[in-house]
């Protein structure tokens, strides 16, 4: 349990810390950027690969063409999720992001019940409709809808529905997921630079260092995240993700001056609400858990 909350706090805490990463390369264009994050990613997670001697598992793991075609879809989802996310970052919008990360879980729970048709519990819509009332909210104050929030909350809910349909291991996933999209990312860098175009020569040597280890900061949190579902009940780890966007609300606000106005004060406030509900709701345990499980053990021991 001790382990499984360290992995979980150290994971969150390293996403939470991404925007303060990607904000030292604002120079760079989204796409450059992604595009490095996908190559070393790809260099970093084959380094692990052959160490660990993995090959074989890593290219059996794809059984078939549907497979294949999750991978596929999964590969294309994270990539825009990380280009929305550097875009926004580095166009000082991180507290979209914030709030987007805080309307995940609930996105991802109603792309269960839309597509895997998992049953919700009244405070689960309870929570579903104080967050639209959110969103609602501050999109009628400022008359635009939030779609940086919501196209991160998007992305990141259906990858995480193409990912609990492949079920593969973080660093076998995450090799498949930046193989696919490695060659039009270096193709993309080898463009600029014949072009003349590329920005990353601008950089200083320890920024140009720091970009080298984007591999680093990408599968590193995901292998913390994987030990820490080994480890802990769901529950725990759901509670435990929050730790990410409220550490980007606190960086966009009190580090790069985001405006936080009354607006956003009651936009997250509903937002804070639903995910409390949520919460609440998804802990709770059916009363015939215990009852069916003790009498499975039973079973085993008859």
């Known amino acids: 349990m001790k382990q499984g909350i360290f992995y979980a706090v150290a994971a969150y805490f390293a996403w939470g810390l991404l925007p303060l990463y990607w904000k030292l390369f604002q120079s760079m264009g989204a796409w450059e950027i992604l595009a490095h994050r996908i190559v070393w990613s790809v260099l970093f997670v084959a380094i692990i690969i052959q160490v660990t001697k993995r090959w074989k598992t890593m290219w059996g793991s794809v059984t078939g063409g549907k497979m294949f075609a999750a991978l596929a879809i999964c590969s294309l989802l994270i990539s825009a999720n990380w280009l929305i996310y550097i875009w926004a970052v580095n166009n000082n919008q991180i507290m979209q992001t914030s709030l987007g990360y805080y309307m995940n879980p609930l996105f991802t729970v109603l792309l269960g019940v839309i597509f895997l048709k998992e049953k919700m519990h009244a405070g ?50 995450l090799a498949w997921e930046t193989l696919f999209v490695a060659p039009i990312a270096l193709g993309y860098l080898l463009m600029l630079q014949a072009n003349g175009t ?72 509903c937002i804070w609400s639903a995910l409390i509900i949520f919460t609440a709701s998804s802990m709770r345990k ?11 053990a039973i079973k085993k021991q008859a």
């Open 286 to 296: 059916k009363p015939t858990a215990a009852p069916i499980k003790q009498e499975v």
């Open 124 to 173: 689960q819509w309870v929570a579903l409709i104080l967050a639209a009332c959110g969103v609602l909210f501050v999109t009628f104050q400022y008359g635009e809808v939030p779609w940086i929030a919501l196209s991160l909350a998007v992305t990141f809910a259906f990858y995480g529905l193409a990912k609990k349909l492949v079920k593969q291991e973080a660093m076998i996933g």
């Open 198 to 269: 590329e920005t990353i020569a601008t950089l200083a040597w320890w920024q140009m260092l720091l970009l080298a280890l984007a591999g680093v900061a990408t599968a590193m949190p995901l292998y913390w995240f994987a030990q820490a579902a080994v480890r802990l009940p769901l529950s725990i780890v759901g509670f435990i993700q929050y730790l990410s966007p409220t550490i980007s609300l606190l960086t966009a606000v009190f580090l790069y001056k985001e405006p936080f106005t009354t607006t956003h004060l009651i936009s997250f406030a």
